[in-house]
C-alpha cells in the first residue's frame, strides 16, 4: 500500500512509519512551500492512504484522480478543506487532529489580544527604527487586559482553554454558543449573540468555518460593535468579511484587529489589511510550536495506524463509513 503525505512533517513521525509499517511505500512532500494542486493530483494516482495538510482541498476532482484512495487523514483540527459529501460518496474514510493544537492557539490567542492592545508592534517597531528616543509619559499608551470584557464566539476546546487564560488575567468573559451551557465558572457568563457584540471590549473567534459561520462578521455585526472594541481571529479567515473588517478600522467603528487566519491565504500582497496601523498579522501560526506540530502529525499517523490495524480511527469524521470498512 501507498501513503503520501502532502507536507513536511517531523523526521521522527516518519521513523515512526517506516519502523511500525516497513510494508508501506512512502510518499512525503519536502520540498519549500506547499505541495502544487497539480503534484498532488498526480501524486493522489496511486494512493492508498493519504496524510493531508489544511492547505490541500479533498473534493471531488481528486478523488476522481484517486481510485485506489481508502483514507485521508486531515493534519489539523478542522476540515473545511474536506468535502465530505464527496468523501461519503466515494466511501473514503476522513479524520483530523482535535485536542492536540488546543494549548497552542489558546496562547497565541492571548499573545494577540497583547500585541493589539498593548501596541506591541508599533513599539518595538520604533524601537528598531531609531524612532524612540526615550521614555515619555504618554509614549505608547495602550490598554490592560485586566478588568475588560473578553466576548468568546463559539465554545469548543480552543475556546475552553482561552477563557482559563483570560481569567488568570483578570477578565470578565461572556461566550455564545448555541447550545446551552452549566456550571461555568465565576465571571463567565452565556449571553445572546447582540449582547455579546454590544458587551465585549474584545471578541475573539473560536468557530469551524462552515455556511453558517462564513462571514458571520460583517458590516452588520461590526456596526454593533463596540467603536473601542478589538477582533482576534485565530479560527478560519473567511469568517471575517475582510472587507468590512477594513472598513470598519479605517473609519474608526473598530479600535483594532488581531489576525491570524485570512480569507486568501498567503495574504495577498495588495491585501489593505497591510496598510492598517491599528491591525496585528500573523501568518496562520496558531499551531506553530514544536511540540504541537509533532504531536498533530503522530495523531494524523495514529488514525491511519489504526485503520490498517483493523480498528476504528478515533478521529472518524464520517463514522457511517467504518461498518463498511471492516
Known sequence: MKLVI??????????????????????????????????LLAW?????????????RVDTELLEHAPHLKMVSNMAVGFDNFDLAALEKSHVL???????????????????????????????????????????????????????????????????????????????VIIFTRRSLKDLPENVQQVSWEQLLESSDIVSLHVPLTPQTLHLINHETLSRMRPTAILINTSRGAVVDEKALIAALRTGKLAGAGLDVFETEPLPSDSSLRELPNVTLLPHIGSATVETRLAMAERAWHNILAYLNGQKPPDLLLPKLWPDKT
Open 44 to 56: 493522489s494516482k496511486d494512493a492508498d492512504l493519504m496524510i493531508t495538510m489544511l492547505t490541500e
Open 6 to 39: 502532502t507536507g513536511r512533517v517531523d523526521p521522527r513521525v516518519i521513523q515512526e512509519i517506516r519502523s511500525r509499517r516497513p510494508d508501506l511505500s512512502l510518499k512525503v512532500w519536502n520540498e519549500s512551500g506547499i505541495i502544487s494542486r497539480e503534484q
Open 94 to 172: 476522513a479524520t483530523n487532529t482535535p485536542d492536540v493544537l488546543t494549548e497552542a492557539t489558546a496562547e497565541l490567542t492571548m499573545a494577540l489580544m497583547l500585541l493589539v492592545l498593548r501596541r506591541l508592534r508599533s513599539a518595538e517597531d520604533a524601537l528598531r527604527q531609531y524612532h524612540w528616543t526615550g521614555w515619555e509619559p504618554d509614549g505608547f499608551l495602550g490598554f490592560e487586559l485586566y478588568g475588560k470584557t473578553l466576548g468568546i464566539v463559539g465554545f469548543g476546546r480552543i475556546a475552553r482553554a482561552v477563557v482559563k487564560r483570560a481569567l488568570a488575567f483578570g477578565m470578565r
